[in-house]
């Protein structure tokens, strides 16, 4: 049951059974339907959780109220809106699901306590925020500097599996493009073989 | 010499003298002219700094070849490009300074040694590394989602003293507008009274 969990964290530390079971002992798991919002733009984030299972998005709504994908999650990403879970301070994102998922879940007391009785896992987060970040950095550089085209290209090749897992709204709305650009440049990189 | 990068750091944890000696003695002091490149798209990061006087800013190139500034630092904040310096990766971004500028810098190589050394290291490099994940993220969704007013009023919250400081062409490369647009922002603002 936690054997994903446990893979993902002792790629940082190693752990003693006691503090492997102390750790999990900490966890929650919610099996959580699919379309289900976890976290909405003024709330305050109060978890983060590991995807054992399921696909989930985070996103915002832009000045026209139009929903833009920021990051698609899978099994083994850790997802939380950090900057409102560390701070305790509201949201400006949305989370939501987008297949039936399972997730093992952190709050701030249950993380907080974990860091207290295994201080290694600062190691573990900083490696795990590190890890966000250059994500959302490199997001950020190619919704700034790149084309639509090769905004799909990096796409595919950070969210390998997404194209077959979610409709191809959610692609156009990480893309900010159209469903029909989506099409387009899907069928334009097939015929070239990519 | 060390008051203010001590300061920051023992926001997060406590330090013995021998563990104060032992980090600053890891610091490299830089002064750096105005106007310095210091890491380059391409290029692998090889620092992490704390600025302790001096203003630098953070760019992209947009796909016409146009500067973007993504973010700007002064005294008392850390910059680095995280995600080329922990994986030693080619970097997609710029940093350089805008004023005379005087850096304490970790390499890679000295700061897994303090890691090593003094392990609540940890703690601190997490806090810094979320603060900046939720400064990025800040960024990135007001870029998405809101107005150039309204990038312009989040712009002076997060850098109330950028403004005194550089060219108004840096706040216009980092608003995605021209530099007669910022002025216009900033008469309706002044006749606001904000």
């Known amino acids: 049951m936690y054997e994903n969990i446990l893979k993902n964290v002792t790629r940082f530390i190693s752990l003693t059974p006691e503090e492997e079971t ?3 002992d900490l966890l ?9 919002v976890l976290l909405r733009e003024g709330e305050i984030c ?3 959780g590991f995807i054992h299972k399921g696909c989930l998005r985070m996103y915002c709504l832009n000045d ?11 099994e083994d990403w850790w997802i939380s809106d950090i900057a409102s879970f ?4 509201s949201s400006k994102l949305y989370i939501e699901t987008l297949e039936d998922s399972e ?3 952190l709050d701030p007391t249950t993380k907080e306590k974990l860091l207290q009785e295994v201080p290694k896992f600062e190691r573990v987060f900083r490696m795990l925020v590190q890890r966000n970040l250059s994500t959302l950095q490199n997001r950020l550089v190619s919704t700034i500097a790149e084309s639509a085209s090769e905004r799909y290209l990096e796409f595919i090749k950070v969210y390998p599996s997404i194209p ?7 692609i156009a709305s990480y893309l900010g493009v159209s469903k029909e650009f989506v099409s387009t440049i899907r069928k334009r990189l097939a015929s070239k073989g990519k």
């Open 22 to 24: 102390f750790f999990t």
């Open 28 to 36: 929650v798991c919610k099996s959580i339907p699919k379309k289900t």
């Open 46 to 48: 109060q978890f983060e």
């Open 64 to 74: 026209k109220g139009v929903e833009v994908t920021i990051l698609f999650a899978i």
């Open 86 to 89: 560390q701070d305790q301070v």
């Open 103 to 105: 997730i093992y879940m």
């Open 164 to 170: 077959q897992r979610v409709a191809q709204y959610y």
